[in-house]
């Protein structure tokens, strides 16, 4: 028997909010990042050994890597990032239920590793879910998530 006080109406995520939420989750996981680099090597001037575009670049894979997991670990066990969680934003499948393991790790993927791109094409071949190419591939969605109620909106009543 389905739950007469649960709404099947889906609110879907603005680009906007969803930028918001990502620029928030940037911030945060930058920050810790720059916080272990400064730690370890003592300065923010620091190389790895050798030359060439992928050496001397090479500190993209693992920063993606980092931010791969972030997301995954927490879409996956919760739905929501920080980011999200501050902007009542959720990840869910195209249903609003939780979204799979697969799912996660394919939308992350996406805006870990394929960001700018996966931000163009999605716009240019956006549908009425807001996906973006990772989305479609993950079939994942963000939504907008209802707010909790507050103390102040509940009224007592005795039996």
Do not use: C
Not at 129 to 137: D, M
Not at 146 to 152: A, D, G
């Amino acid at each position: 028997m389905s739950d007469p006080n649960q709404s099947s109406k889906i609110v879907i995520a603005k680009w906007t909010d969803r930028f918001v939420a990502w620029l928030i989750d940037f911030i945060i996981v930058s920050v810790i990042l720059t916080s272990i680099i400064f730690a370890h090597y003592g300065t923010m001037d620091y190389e790895f050994e050798g030359e060439g575009f992928w050496i001397e670049n090479s500190q993209f894979l693992p920063t993606s890597g980092i931010f791969f997991m972030y997301w995954v670990i927490l879409e996956y066990k919760t739905g929501q990032t920080i980011g999200k969680k501050i902007l009542n934003l959720k990840v869910t499948n195209v249903s609003g239920g939780k979204a799979s393991l697969k799912g996660i790790a394919i939308s992350s993927f996406g805006k870990s590793f394929l960001l700018p791109l996966d931000m163009i094409l999605g716009w240019i071949l956006t549908n009425e879910k807001r996906q973006r190419i990772f989305n479609k591939l993950g079939d994942t969605i963000v939504i907008k998530v209802k707010e909790s109620i507050r103390e102040q909106d509940i009224t007592y009543t005795k039996d």
